[in-house]
T-cell receptor, first 115, second 111 residues
Framework: GAVVSQHPSWVICKSGTSVKIECRSL??????MFWYRQFPKQSLMLMAT?????????EQGVEKDKFLINHASLTLSTLTVTSAHPEDSSFYIC???????????FGPGTRLTVL | QQQVKQSPQSLIVQKGGISIINCAYE??????FPWYQQFPGKGPALLIA?????SEKKEGRFTISFNKSAKQFSLHIMDSQPGDSATYFC??????????FGTGTKLQVIP
């Protein structure tokens, strides 16, 4: 149980284009979903927290107009990187939480490469 | 600033040996102390976790030791295997929301 999937697993795009990454909780309803970014050989940094049906809460230094997060249902959250640039190339990981547990359940990650 | 520091940054252990990774934190509000394992190109997976009212927890080959007064906790991997080669993160949290990942430790277990 508690499986989280991400799609796509990797994506390459041109600079200036937008990319959408999906995060799904497959076997449970996720009240809250989180988006993290991980640069090579570095730790995971929380970008934003989203509750179903509400606006996302962004961490300090994360541009909310650049990283659009939608959490329209209890099983799906999307992260759209708008006007992507090479410096946005990173590993994006989502996690999901459901009431009654302490842990967040992490997805397998999406590798974004912006050329 | 980095609130959660791990040591060592990297570790090489022979098969069958004991791997020990330490985590030091500053925020006394943390109330749950997990360790995650991450393989290259994959998301992190929960390995083992401990609550602050317990000083030690063991699950199979993995043990967490927790020292509340020193604000430190450690991961011990007994009988380390090549399949344990991965990056390990401590990730103390406040409730379920505020997870702060440590700096990471890359473990390599050699045959």
């Amino acid at each position: 149980g508690a499986v989280v999937s991400q799609h796509p697993s990797w994506v390459i795009c041109k600079s200036g284009t937008s990319v959408k990454i999906e995060c799904r909780s497959l076997d449970f309803q996720a009240t809250t979903m989180f988006w993290y970014r991980q640069f090579p050989k570095q730790s995971l940094m929380l970008m934003a927290t989203s509750n179903e049906g509400s606006k996302a809460t962004y961490e300090q230094g994360v541009e909310k107009d650049k990283f659009l997060i939608n959490h329209a249902s209890l099983t799906l959250s999307t992260l759209t990187v708008t006007s992507a640039h090479p410096e946005d190339s990173s590993f994006y990981i989502c996690s999901a939480w459901t009431p009654g547990v302490n842990e967040q359940f992490f997805g397998p990650g999406t590798r974004l490469t912006v050329l | 600033q980095q609130q959660v520091k791990q040591s060592p940054q990297s570790l090489i252990v022979q098969k069958g040996g004991i791997s020990i990774i330490n985590c030091a934190y500053e925020n006394t509000a943390f109330d749950y102390f997990p360790w995650y394992q991450q393989f290259p190109g994959k998301g992190p997976a929960l390995l083992i976790a401990i609550r602050p009212d317990v000083s030690e927890k063991k699950e199979g080959r993995f043990t967490i030791s927790f020292n509340k007064s020193a604000k430190q906790f450690s991961l011990h991997i007994m009988d380390s295997q090549p399949g344990d080669s991965a990056t390990y993160f401590c990730a103390p949290q406040i409730g379920y929301q505020k997870v702060t990942f440590g700096t990471g430790t890359k473990l390599q277990v050699i045959p």
